[in-house]
């Protein structure tokens, strides 16, 4: 595209020769004379007077430093993030409907949809216009999937489940698997039947090998702009508030709730039946056992250390509670101390 073309596609103020040709984006110390790249980081602005960049997108108070063509925004990482769909070269999923695709008689396909080897659309699923379904996707008896959404090589959609309109589903996830749901009869476990369904909205991106379970009675629900990272286990009955975006390798226990725009690093675990507000910052690898119901960043774990130090660290939390009762006979003396003193 040319430089002109992609400052107003985005909305930014170009300085520099908007005819020069941007074939790709690229990292700022590599990007070359064909290339764009972005400054968001004031810190970098020594990388930003040497790269060899054709433009660069950056703050007003950037532009002085760089020696190419500039777009000046307000938020230059936003700007790359709608460079980069620009000149997007990602190939389709699917192309047309593959010979060894079933659709079953029943199953409703909307227009340009596109089915990759393999796949198999059950009766009764709605398949809106648009639609990729990449190479051995499962979509159950009356799923339904919405508009413009894609699905990587290999996704499960189970019966029942609904899924929006342009979402990004990758490789391995499972949409609508059973929730952990058992009852204990004297040792033997006795399986529930997992009667509700997984509801996506619109808008989500889900990872590879990520597992969204069905509710057992009422529905698990994603709403609308959550994006959630590989290897995330949503148990049943979950509900993950709008705007909501969830780091590799989460878990959350059924019944749980997040609220709307919460940011949650990788690795955390999240009890069941807790409810988390709108606009909580979780850490990464935390565990949250309770609760939250104001806003704010949060933390648990601890940082790495070396061997000897955790070892000692291990060795001491073994006896936190022994100190504990110490602290507390000391602080009686202490204050029996202290009236004997001002007595």
Not at 13 to 38: H, M, P, Y
Not at 191 to 197: A, D, E, M, V
Not at 240 to 264: L, M, Q
Request: glycine letters at 12%; proline letters at 3%; charged letters at 20%.
């Amino acid at each position: 595209m040319l430089l002109k073309d992609i400052a107003e596609s985005i909305g930014a103020e170009l300085r520099g020769d908007g005819n020069l040709d941007i074939v790709k984006v690229a990292n700022l110390k590599t990007a070359t004379c064909n290339e764009l790249s972005f400054l968001s980081d004031p810190r970098y602005r020594d990388v930003l007077s040497q790269s060899q960049a054709g433009a660069v997108i950056l703050k007003e108070d950037d532009a002085v430093h760089a020696k190419c063509a500039v777009l000046v925004m307000a938020d230059p990482y936003v700007g790359f993030a709608r460079v980069a769909q620009l000149l997007d070269t990602t190939p389709a999923i699917a192309c047309g409907i593959a010979k060894t695709a079933v659709v079953e008689a029943g199953a409703v396909i909307g227009q340009n949809v596109s089915i990759g080897p393999n796949a198999y659309v059950a009766s009764g699923a709605v398949i809106g216009d648009d639609v990729q379904l990449g190479a051995n996707v499962v979509v159950g008896p009356n799923a339904k999937i919405g508009s413009g959404t894609k699905l990587y090589p290999n996704v499960s959609v189970y019966h029942d489940c609904l899924i929006g309109e342009h979402c990004l589903i990758q490789s391995g996830a499972v949409i609508g698997g059973d929730g952990f749901g058992y009852a204990n009869e004297r040792g033997k476990w006795i399986k529930i039947p997992q009667t509700g369904r997984a509801v996506i909205g619109n808008n989500v991106e889900i990872g590879a090998c990520t597992c969204i379970d069905r509710g057992a009675i009422d529905d698990t629900v994603i709403e609308d702009n959550v994006i959630i990272d590989n290897l995330c286990q949503v148990a049943h009955n979950v509900h993950i508030g709008y705007g909501t975006a969830v780091a590799g390798c989460t878990t959350f226990a059924g019944s749980c709730t997040i609220g709307k725009y919460c940011i949650i690093g990788g690795t955390s675990v999240f009890n069941g039946h807790i409810k988390i507000c709108d606009g909580v910052t979780i850490s990464g690898m935390c565990m949250v056992m309770r609760s939250i119901d104001k806003p704010g960043v949060y933390s648990s774990g601890i940082p790495a250390q070396t061997n000897k130090e955790w070892r000692l660290t291990a060795s001491r939390t073994l006896h936190i509670n022994d100190m504990y009762h110490k602290l507390t006979e000391l602080e009686k003396k202490v204050q029996e101390l202290s009236k004997k003193v001002t007595g």
